[in-house]
């Protein structure tokens, strides 16, 4: 089965044959920097506390930058510029969502820093102790991170492979193994710190190369960005529909309520993802964490005005139908962008593309390392460290090593192994589970002092259920022609995603778990009634 969702056997090659080489050449010698910096980062102190949270010692503008630079993934750079590219309108708002999520998590920075919880078992211990709440976490964080893992891994697969000119399914599976394996390697001897500071600075280098694209895609435009626009509509796939909401497929024909589903989905989603838990636990007080979030929320803004205009030069400048025809859903606007605004044969082409290539790079070491480490850190901290016979200090830090590699690992299998299948639902599967099983928990545990380990049981299981089962019976899964298995059809769930009836479910599982008469204070009822 092919799917129009990877590169086809006729994708163009931005690169050429006569720039491959020095691209290729200047890509690994980054690669081996980054490979040497991560190792000189890399602490050699065996605290968890250290290793976890960096003593809780990063400054606000320090990790403001590392906070936005956990915003600008390859799913975002890619897919968000892409989506605008080819859909308009709906690539804008699916922009705009990511930073009103950083808004809702400046709510509540303060209290996550102040509880002095540093993962998601911490905060669902709140008003609950014992076990049950942290392996409710560790559930939770290992079903968003895996997909996630996933769909990054193949985006870096296929970006990869048409870097290097070569579009069939095998190099892409190569690739995305050798990046894969490569960051295996940085995320296993990596540390907060040492990934905050890659974080950091991947942000301004990030904006700088698309500043550059953006501003030389509006110099082949006489400097006009009405006439630049004017051009990505013209050259878009739908010029009638490419400022109108509706155009992207995902999302035509399902109607108002769907597009309010995606909007919460995408909001509520990235700002409750775990591993944001953890690089605001590294803030040094609460006040740092909220300042750090609202200068985060200045730069990822900025980004995003950057994406937003990168994502129309690419439609301006390479045109809607090229770049669907190279990837349905626009991943590669970014490199063909970089392609096509300067001549062939310039020195200056070969440097903006490799550029490209450093930032692509980038953005995966730092995206996949940072989720992989978090879940790593939940499974060691929250379930292995709560045992009968708890590792030592030493131990744990061995057993959060093997679990990143581990985890790193079985992600690259998992993304080579359904590379033929369009798997982009998984990331919004991912936003679902957090913003169904996350949000809602970590309300009740701040502000409702009755809540209990009933009402996070049902909130946390009873959501997570809802996500997978109305996500399955999706239009994701079966009935369309961009879904899993476009053949067959039991789509009975209208929705794009789960988050319309999910979210609202958890909330509501909450306080009837809580609520409820528990079966302790049943039975001590009953045994003050009969001594009466």
């Keep these: 089965m092919t799917h129009a969702l990877l590169l086809g056997s006729v994708a163009l090659d931005p690169v050429g044959s006569a720039a491959r080489s020095p691209v290729i050449s200047a890509f690994l010698i980054f690669i081996g920097l980054c490979l040497l910096w991560v190792l000189a980062l890399a602490s050699q102190d065996e605290r968890p506390e250290r290793l976890c949270i960096a003593d809780r010692s990063l400054s606000p503008v320090f990790n403001g930058f590392a906070l936005a630079g956990e915003y600008i993934t390859v799913v975002t750079l890619f897919a968000a510029s892409g989506a605008i590219a080819l859909f308009g309108y709906d690539g804008i708002a699916s922009a705009v969502d990511s930073v009103i999520a950083l808004g809702v998590l400046l709510v509540l920075a303060r209290r996550i820093r102040d509880s002095g919880c ?81 974080q950091a600075v991947k942000v301004p280098v990030t904006l700088v190369t698309l500043a550059v694209l953006s501003l030389l895609a509006l110099r082949r435009f006489s400097w006009s960005p009405g006439d630049l626009l004017s051009a990505a509509v013209e050259k878009s796939a739908a010029p009638d529909g490419y400022l109108s909401r509706g155009l992207w497929v995902h999302t035509a024909g399902l109607g108002p309520l769907n597009t309010i589903g995606d909007h919460m989905v995408v909001i509520l989603g990235m700002a409750m993802m775990p591993h944001l838990v953890l690089r605001l636990a590294a803030s040094r007080s609460g006040r740092a964490a909220r300042r750090a979030t609202s200068i985060a929320v200045g730069l990822t803004g900025a980004f995003y005005v950057l994406l937003i205009t990168a994502g129309f030069a690419a439609a301006a400048v390479v045109g809607g139908e090229t770049i669907g025809a190279v990837d349905a859903n626009g991943q590669t606007a970014p490199i063909l962008l970089a392609s096509g605004v300067l001549d062939y044969g310039s020195t200056a082409r070969v440097v903006l593309i490799t550029a490209m290539a450093c930032v692509a790079f980038l953005t995966v070491l730092t995206a996949v390392t940072s989720v992989t480490f978090t879940a790593a850190v939940s499974l060691t901290h929250d379930v292995l460290a709560r045992t009968k016979q708890p590792p030592t200090e030493t131990g744990e830090v061995r057993a959060l090593r093997v679990a990143v590699a581990l985890l790193c690992l079985g992600g690259v299998a998992l993304s080579a192994s359904v590379h033929r299948y369009p798997v982009e639902f998984l990331v919004t599967f991912s936003l679902g589970v957090a913003a169904t099983c996350v949000f809602p928990a970590l309300l009740y545990s701040f502000f409702w002092p009755g809540f209990n380990r009933r009402g996070l049981s049902w909130s946390v299981y009873g959501g997570l259920l809802l996500c997978v089962v109305l996500t399955f019976f999706s239009p994701t899964v079966s009935g369309t022609e961009y879904a899993l298995w476009p053949d067959v059809a039991f789509d009975w769930y209208p929705f794009h995603t789960p988050g319309l009836i999910s979210v609202p479910a958890a909330f509501l599982l909450g306080w009837l778990g809580s609520i409820r008469p528990s079966a302790e204070a049943g039975r001590g009822s009953r045994r003050s009634h009969q001594r009466v």
């Design 118 to 198: 540093h993962t998601l078992g911490g905060l669902f211990s709140l008003r609950v102790s014992g076990e049950a709440p942290r392996t409710a976490a560790a559930v939770v964080t290992l079903v968003t991170t895996i997909p996630l893992l996933i769909v990054q891994l193949r985006a870096a697969g296929i970006s990869a492979a048409l870097l290097i000119g070569v579009s069939s399914d095998a190099a892409q599976v190569t690739c995305t193994v050798l990046m894969g394996c490569l960051v295996a390697c940085f995320a296993a001897v990596a540390d907060l710190r040492g990934t905050s500071f890659v």
